[in-house]
């Protein structure tokens, strides 16, 4: 079971969609000092599309395009042949998903005779809120029945929820522990909080 969203204890009825790509750059080599002219700077090509992508990032629409890893060069006298990078992606709709790969695909080089090729895209589509709404709402009236509230809030990470939200299967995340601090030295949960959610599960799969 994912945990909650938080030390509130909400339920996570939307979660993004995310992905990671490769984009690989191919220069050409030359001597820095000597013959800088005859290099095609594969740093300077994968600096380009990164500032480029940085465009496509709209917080207020859920996007999310980072570039995490960046790599290149071999020695600082010579122009770089190759250079790589791997990007987060991350989206809240299937529409916004289904964009951002299509302007992946068509990247194209800026550089006269760099190379690009890109690799990856979405692992898991967004679950979108009306995939959980009616769960979550069933979900809240039980809660209240036990006697709390039960409050709900979006994801900007993946589950295995978005699986199978994208088959067409009903799907509420988040019935687990409550807790905070996920991935860090100071995660933790909520014990005393454990009885109701236990609680909660019980009704959910018995009112099925």
Known sequence: LEPALGPRGHLKTSRKGVGEAEIMVRGRAAHAGLAPQNGINAAHELARQITRLEGWNDRRRGVTVNVGIIEG?????????????????????????????????????????????????????????????????????????????????????????????????????????????AHSPGEYILIHRMPERAALLALLLACS
């Open 73 to 181: 060069g071999t020695r600082v006298n010579v122009i770089p042949e190759r250079a790589r990078g791997v990007v987060d992606l991350r989206a809240s709709t299937l529409r916004d998903m289904r964009r951002i790969e299509q302007r992946l695909r068509a990247l194209r080089p800026i550089l006269p005779g760099a190379r690009l090729e890109v690799h990856g895209g979405f692992s898991r589509a967004p679950l979108e809120r009306q995939m959980s709404e009616a769960l979550y709402v069933r979900a809240r009236s039980l809660a209240a029945k036990l006697g709390f509230a039960l409050g709900e809030s979006s994801a900007g990470g993946g589950s295995d929820g978005n699986f199978t939200a994208a088959l067409g299967i009903p799907t509420l995340d988040g019935l687990g522990a409550v807790g905070d601090g």
